[in-house]
């Protein structure tokens, strides 16, 4: 596997990088142990500090390190811009909040009482050297909602990042430092994906997260498992859109198509599957049918463009194999963009709306990443339901009714790790964000996210 910026919109090797030696990986280890000895004795208010000072030089960097981000993965300019401030606020979110999120607990005296104790308590320690394997799709994000609760926790924390963003995964080693985290805090491992089980097995390395595909969050499990490792997964989705007839159908469809196409289609929470109730099904067809084909498809870097290229060539050969395999078995293309001539080489995909979904096609159990949507018919309520349920993933959902039974109903049976009504899915620092089944276990952000590399330790006194 080779690590190198290859510009998706050209398909040219900027600059690659060697893997890092045994030796230079065992040197990150050790530095990393080192630094956490001593940075988890730390207060909050210090680690406050340089997390908001982190917050600081990153929103300074906006614009240098958007441009890293486009160039090296291919999202529009204007949302790796709107990454890295979501970034920024979310440190700043956990440098204020982890004194309250992390604060001993303590049980009712009665409770105390009965378990024999003077006094008893619960207090948060932080784990150790976390092991952080992230995707490309949202290169800084993800990482920045795994660090900043883990620096503030306490742990430290070692990012071996996806091979088609190394420039983005060095960044954030240099962003910690230069906030003024102590070296061994956050330190990047530029390695290929088969040395990840030997880091994962050291057992200097405490836990594990991942975000990525459900083939890889499996290798890590099994590591993970047979080492007796604490793990969060974030995998794939396929997420459900649902239009029942009391929504906004005009609203629900220019949501929709944002929904599909946020960062060219690659993203876990992006609504892939719209099952629309048959009472409103051709309204709301035509609309985001429409709103689909009048999309801008360009150079990401220009202001105005909406939909760039997928960020590697597999990428696009998988997704063009599932829309293949759909149209084999009778799937109708309600919309097909054209992509612009004069555009290079890159890995263009045209944003594309499917119909006549059959549960033999592939696309209709597996993940499109990309900006491919497709459409089902609902009879009712629990037809709807049950086409949003018949998916092995289970991250987020949408759906837009505004009757309350309806509501109560999704919220009760989608078999999601979120349900967003009346809008799409979004993380926020404040919420939870996880799946279930085939997407993953765990949870990030929130207090929830935090408390997950912690050590939960009961504090008992006679």
């Known amino acids: 596997m080779v690590i190198a910026t290859v510009n998706p919109a050209t398909g040219q090797t900027l600059r690659t990088f060697e893997p890092y030696t045994p030796a230079a990986v065992e040197q990150r280890l050790a530095r990393a142990v080192q630094t956490f000895a001593q940075y988890r004795l730390t207060d909050f208010g210090r680690r406050a500090q340089l997390m908001h000072r982190a917050a600081e030089l990153l929103d300074a960097d906006q614009e240098t390190v958007a441009r890293l981000m486009t160039t090296e993965m291919g999202k529009p300019l204007t ?16 440098a204020d909040r982890a004194p309250a999120l992390l604060a001993d607990e303590h049980p009712a ?12 308590w619960v207090r948060y ?91 890889a969050g499996r290798a ?24 029942l007839p009391s929504a906004d159908v005009a609203a629900a469809a220019r949501t929709a198509v944002t929904a599909r196409v946020q960062n060219n289609g690659q993203s ?16 709301f067809r035509a609309a985001f049918v429409g709103a689909m084909a ?14 760039g290229p997928l960020a590697t060539q597999q990428g696009r050969e998988e997704l063009g194999e599932l829309v293949a395999d759909a149209l084999a078995l009778g799937a109708r293309v309600e919309c097909e963009l054209d ?48 086409l949003a349920n018949d998916t092995p993933f289970g991250l987020s959902s949408n759906v837009w009714t505004t009757e309350e039974t309806e509501q109560e109903r999704f919220v009760r049976d989608i078999q999601a790790g979120g349900v967003f009504f009346n809008g799409m899915t979004a993380s926020h620092p ?10 993953g276990y765990g949870r990030e952000l929130s207090g929830h996210g935090i408390r997950e590399f912690c050590n939960v330790t009961t504090v008992w006194e006679a």
């Open 339 to 386: 992509v612009p001539g004069g555009l290079g080489d890159g890995w263009w995909y045209p944003p594309t709306v499917l119909s006549g979904i059959e549960p033999a096609m592939r696309i209709h159990h597996e993940e499109a990443f990309g900006p491919v949507a497709t459409l089902y018919r609902a009879t009712d309520l629990d037809h709807a339901l049950e």
């Open 220 to 243: 890590v499990a099994a590591v993970a498992g047979d080492e007796v490792k604490k793990t969060v997964l974030e995998l794939g989705g396929s997420d459900a859109f649902v239009v």
């Open 125 to 215: 320690r932080p784990l150790g050297v976390v092991l952080a394997v992230m995707p490309w799709n949202f290169p800084l994000w993800q990482c920045v909602r795994f660090a900043a609760p883990a620096l503030m926790a306490g742990n430290v924390g070692l990012l071996k990042h996806a091979s088609n963003v190394p420039q983005t995964a060095l960044y954030l080693e240099d962003l910690f430092r230069g906030a003024g985290f102590p070296d061994g805090c956050f330190q990047t491992l530029l390695i290929e994906s088969r040395a990840v089980e030997g880091v994962l097995r050291d057992p200097r390395v405490a836990a594990a997260t991942l975000t990525g595909s459900e083939g």
């Open 109 to 120: 005296a009665a409770d105390v009482a009965d378990a024999g104790a003077s006094r008893a």
């Open 268 to 283: 876990c929470i992006a609504a892939k599957r719209f099952i629309v109730h048959e009472q409103v099904y051709e309204e």
């Open 294 to 307: 009048a999309l801008r498809i360009g150079d990401p870097m220009d202001e105005a463009t909406q939909v």
């Open 430 to 439: 404040a919420l939870p964000f996880g799946g279930v089944r085939r997407s």
């Open 79 to 94: 949302a790796a811009r709107a990454e890295a401030a979501k970034c920024a606020k979310a440190m700043r979110w956990y």
